[in-house]
Each structure stands twice: as structure tokens, then as C-alpha cells.
């Protein structure tokens, strides 16, 4: 009884002070200043509390990697250290089974179907989980970047604070995109990527009145994170002058790059779904991959944490050192063989390392992994144009190149990557270079990966472009064909005019003796007075996104959007003329 009466007086009090107080005040403020203003203030209050989050995510990862990672400790304790990832990858799956029960690359997922479908409800993300739980995975060593939990953190307190303040969806939906942004902004201190991410990824319709709050908050983030963490560019490269006939050279790496992003995602997938099924229960998943994770690392020490030390590292000292070259050099390797092959390990490993982490139970993301493959894919190539005494090339400009490309490939955002890099690096001096390098992976990638390493579930988002559950399935447009329709023969073609008239819809394909197309007549042209005069040859239409049976969904799909048409004709193999399939058939 007194249990009840006790819960009854918390309950009056949170009433009296939320609900009366607070809600009733905002209310006022909101009649006072307008809608416009109302949510600036509050894109403004997410960008702030993000920042503050990511700080707070920054300084616990900082010093666990001080202990962990960088300090020396002696050789009686290694054995108990190569560990260190297999117990930071357990706490943390125990942080996120007991806060949320979620996982970063999952959530990351889920946030961009959650924002493109503008449900917030679709997604429950749970702050404290992102924020403990990434800082003790990257921390401790393992394989992950902090960016895409630092995502999910600003997508949680805007989210959060939308459902604090009863606003419509719509108005959440914006609060979450101002909070990813101002999380990119924050981790790197670039908030005109942050805002890009969010134009790119999650809103490609956005409009500016949605523009403006994102703006405002990445800004806020960036001054948070400056101010607690300095204002200095995220990597101190020596800014060098590029010269118009290295263009080549970037191209070539544009390529590279795009083939490096294409691994990476296809090796990612491939990663996850294997130890899926190879260990179904999450404990022995966690022990299986932890102990490669560590073992990895233990071979590898440049595969530890986010790799944001080791791409300074390799800024700072234009070539790669450490107990791996020393090993390849007492095997009779020459420094410059030993380098390249180093170069070379690191970029096809890293991913390899950040899937089992995050997949074994990790938190984290492919933000910094993606920027760390890059930056070593552009020094190894780099490298190897040395080699050779090819046009004289720079190794910096080649890294910071190499990120852009390598980000734009893996994410499918190239104006991201290139003002990530830019103001990451400090200088706008290699725009043209970046937009070379990125454009070119960028469009190699999309031709032949259609997601994302974030988006190929194929529920994702949703967009004519979106990959299917099963895009192979031959018999799936052969089963959505409508042959109910009433052909034209060219051969024999006196009385079209009075087939149309008796028969029923509005497009009759055309066909020749073989059943092959050649064209389709349109009810409206022979009804209109002005064209019934003409023969038919005259009015037959050249048909547009003509699809096969054994084409996908996908494409299907993307050919009623790039043609702006609500029906296709349909051949098969032979080209013979199988019906149409229209737009409410395939989705």
C-alpha cells in the first residue's frame, strides 16, 4: 500500500514538472518565436548534447588506448595484452545485451531505412550502449572505427528529444538527421561533410528549410568537440602543389580505389554472413572472432583500433616501419619490396579485421577503416609508380587522394568524401585531384555494386536503385507479366484501326511475323483528329525500358524511373513480345 502511494506521488510530481512545466512552457515559446525558430533551437540543443557525447566517447577511447595500445609495458605481461581485443569485444557485448541489445552495423542499417522512410519509431537507439560500448571495442584494439556509433549517438538524442517533445515525425526525422551530421562533424571536425552525409545518405531529397538545422547543429557539434579537443586539422599534412600532368596518375588511382571500396563491401558481406552461420550462437561467435581478431593484431600491430594514429603516422614519415619490416628484412626482403608488401597486407586485412570485430560482437563502424585502407592503398600505389620512375608523384597528396576514393567507393557519397578529406587535411588545394579521384570511384563502384557497405539489406531504403532480396530469380518478372493485350501485325495492317476500337487498354504492341516488337500504338493518338488521318507506320511509338523476363526486379524498377513510365514491354530471350509489367506489379 504504501509501495503504491509512493509510486502515485512520483508519478503527480513527474506530471506536475513535465507535463505542466515543461510541455506547457514549451508551448508558450513555441507561440512566442514560431515554428522555425522552436526547432532551431533545438537542432541547435542537439548539436550540443551530441557534441558532448562525443567527447565523451573520445576521451574514454583515448585513454584506454594509452593503456592498451600505446604505453610500454614489459614483456612478462604480452601474453595477458594480445588478449586485450577478445575482452574488450566481450564487455562490450555484454554493454549492449544489457543497454539495447543492438548492433552498430545493423543499427547503421536500420537508421537510413529509418530516416528515408521517415518512421523514427522504426528504430529504438539507445545512447549510453553506442557511447561505452565503442570506446571499450576501439579502445581495447579492436578493428573499428568510432564514427558510425559517434552516427547513432546524434541519432539518438535527436531522436529523443523529438519524442520528449511529442513532435510530429517529420520533425523527429529532422532532429535524428541534425544529430548524425553533427556526430561526423564532432568526431572529425568537419561539419560540412557532416552536413553532406546527411544530403547523401540518409535525405538526398532535402530540402533547405531542412538544410538550415543540420547546418546549425554540425556547426555547434565542431565548436563542442573544438573547443574540449582543439582546433587543430584532424591529420597535419604538408600541403604540395600538384601538377596537371599527374592528372593520369590520379585517374589510375580513381580506379584503384573504386576496385579497393568494391573488396572492401563484397568482403564485408561475405564476412558476416559466413561467421553467421559458422557460429550461430553469439557467445562462441564472440570467442571465435575475438581470438582472430587478436591474433591479427598480434601479426599486424598497424590493424589495432581506428588506424587514425598509424594514417599520422604515415603522413608524418612518408614510409612504414615497425616489427613487421624488420621480420621481412631478415628474411633477405629489401626495404622497398618489404614496404610495398606491408602496404599491401594492410589494405586487403583491415577489412577483413574491422568485419570479424564488429561482427563477433564489436561496436563500431567503417568510417576510419575505410579512410585507413585508402590512405594505404594510395602509398602503395604511390609507391609503386616510384618504383618505376614515373612522373614524379607525392605521397601525401597520394594518402590524402587515396581516402577520398576509398571513402567515396565504400559509402557511395562522393561530395562527402572530398570535403571529408579536405577538412580533415586543412587544404583545398587538392579539390581538383579529389574531385578527379572521387568522381571516378565513385561511378566505377555504383556500375558494379549497387549498395552501400551499409545498405545491402534489401530493406534498407527505399529507392528505385535499391538492391532486391533476390535480383537473380529469372522466373520473378516472367510471373508479373500481364499478357492479356491485343497485338497489331505489320504484315497485314488494314484494319488496325478497328482492332483498337473493340479491344480494351490503352497500348497495342506492334509485331512482326516472328512475334518480335517493333513498336507500340497508343489509344490516344489513333482517338485525337489531327493524327487518325495518318497510316500506322506514322504512328507507332519507339518503345522505351524494354525489359527481358530474365532481368531483375532491380532493374526493372530502375528502368520505370530513368524512363518516368508507370508500364514496360516485356520480350524474352528470343525477343519476341511476352505482355507488360506495370509499376504496381513490381512494387
Request: with cysteine.
Amino acid at each position: 500500500m504504501n509501495q503504491n502511494r509512493y509510486q502515485l506521488f512520483l508519478r503527480r510530481i513527474w506530471v506536475i514538472l513535465y507535463d505542466y512545466y515543461f510541455l506547457h512552457g514549451m508551448v508558450h515559446v513555441y507561440a512566442k518565436i514560431g515554428q522555425s525558430s522552436f526547432f532551431l533551437i533545438w537542432a541547435i540543443a542537439t548539436g550540443i548534447l551530441t557534441g558532448c557525447a562525443i567527447v565523451l566517447i573520445r576521451l574514454i577511447a583515448g585513454s584506454l588506448e594509452e593503456v592498451f595500445l600505446f604505453h610500454n609495458y614489459p614483456v612478462s605481461l604480452t601474453p595477458i595484452l594480445i588478449f586485450a581485443p577478445l575482452a574488450g569485444i566481450a564487455v562490450s557485448c555484454a554493454i549492449k545485451s544489457w543497454l539495447s541489445h543492438s548492433n552498430s552495423s545493423a543499427d547503421m542499417t536500420l537508421l537510413i531505412q529509418s530516416i528515408r522512410e521517415r518512421n523514427p519509431k522504426l528504430i529504438k537507439l539507445e545512447t549510453l550502449s553506442h557511447i561505452f560500448a565503442s570506446s571499450l571495442t576501439v579502445g581495447t584494439g579492436g578493428s573499428a572505427g568510432l564514427t558510425t556509433p559517434s552516427v547513432l549517438t546524434g541519432a539518438s538524442i535527436g531522436g529523443n528529444i523529438g519524442r520528449m517533445l511529442h513532435i510530429a515525425p517529420d520533425k523527429s526525422i529532422r532532429l535524428m538527421s541534425c544529430g548524425t551530421a553533427a556526430g561526423i562533424a564532432a568526431i572529425f571536425g568537419s561539419p560540412i561533410a557532416g552536413v553532406l552525409f546527411a544530403v547523401e545518405v540518409l535525405l538526398p531529397q532535402m530540402s533547405i528549410g531542412t538544410l538550415v538545422p543540420v547546418l546549425l547543429a554540425a556547426a555547434s557539434a565542431t565548436v563542442i568537440a573544438q573547443i574540449t579537443l582543439g582546433s587543430m586539422p584532424f591529420f597535419h599534412m604538408p600541403v604540395h602543389a600538384w601538377a596537371v600532368e599527374t592528372i593520369p596518375l590520379y585517374a589510375v588511382l580513381g580506379v584503384f580505389c573504386a576496385l579497393t571500396g568494391i573488396y572492401m563491401i563484397r568482403t564485408n558481406y561475405a564476412l558476416s554472413e559466413k561467421l553467421m552461420r559458422w557460429f550461430p550462437k553469439t557467445g562462441r561467435r564472440m570467442l571465435a572472432g575475438g581470438f582472430l581478431v587478436s591474433v591479427l593484431i598480434l601479426l599486424l600491430p598497424t590493424l589495432s583500433g581506428e588506424g587514425i594514429f598509424f594514417i599520422q603516422e604515415l603522413l608524418r614519415e612518408h614510409t612504414l616501419n615497425g616489427a613487421p619490416i624488420s621480420f621481412l628484412g631478415s628474411l633477405g626482403v629489401s626495404q622497398t619490396a618489404s614496404v610495398l608488401l606491408l602496404a599491401g597486407m594492410l589494405v586487403l586485412i583491415k577489412i577483413i579485421a574491422t568485419s570479424v570485430t564488429l561482427a563477433c560482437g564489436g561496436s563500431g563502424g567503417f568510417f576510419a577503416p575505410s579512410l585507413f585502407t585508402g590512405a594505404f592503398a594510395g602509398f602503395l600505389l604511390e609507391r609503386f609508380f616510384h618504383l618505376f620512375h614515373w612522373q614524379k608523384t607525392d605521397d601525401a597528396n597520394f594518402i590524402a587522394l587515396g581516402m577520398c576514393g576509398v571513402f567515396t567507393s565504400t559509402f557511395h557519397a562522393p561530395l562527402t568524401g572530398i570535403f571529408l578529406v579536405v577538412e580533415m587535411t586543412g587544404s583545398y588545394a587538392l579539390m581538383i585531384p579529389l574531385i578527379v579521384v572521387g568522381a571516378i570511384s565513385y561511378f566505377i563502384t555504383v556500375f558494379f555494386e549497387d549498395s552501400s557497405i551499409y545498405t545491402r539489406d534489401p530493406h534498407a531504403y527505399d529507392d528505385a536503385y535499391a538492391p532486391e532480396s533476390n535480383p537473380g530469380d529469372p522466373e520473378t518478372i516472367a510471373l508479373l507479366v500481364n499478357r492479356n493485350f491485343t497485338p497489331i501485325s505489320a504484315e497485314n495492317t488494314p484494319d488496325w484501326k478497328s482492332i483498337i476500337a473493340s479491344a480494351d487498354g490503352n497500348d497495342f504492341p506492334v509485331l512482326d511475323k516472328n512475334g518480335m516488337l517493333l513498336g507500340i500504338v497508343r489509344r490516344n493518338l489513333v482517338s485525337d483528329s489531327e493524327t487518325a488521318i495518318f497510316d500506322l507506320a506514322f504512328l507507332i511509338t519507339h518503345p522505351l525500358g524494354v525489359v527481358k523476363t530474365t532481368d531483375s526486379p532491380l532493374l526493372v524498377r530502375a528502368a520505370m524511373k530513368i524512363f518516368s513510365l508507370d508500364q514496360l514491354p516485356v520480350t524474352d530471350s528470343r525477343r519476341r513480345f511476352a505482355g507488360f509489367i506495370s509499376k504496381d506489379k513490381i512494387g
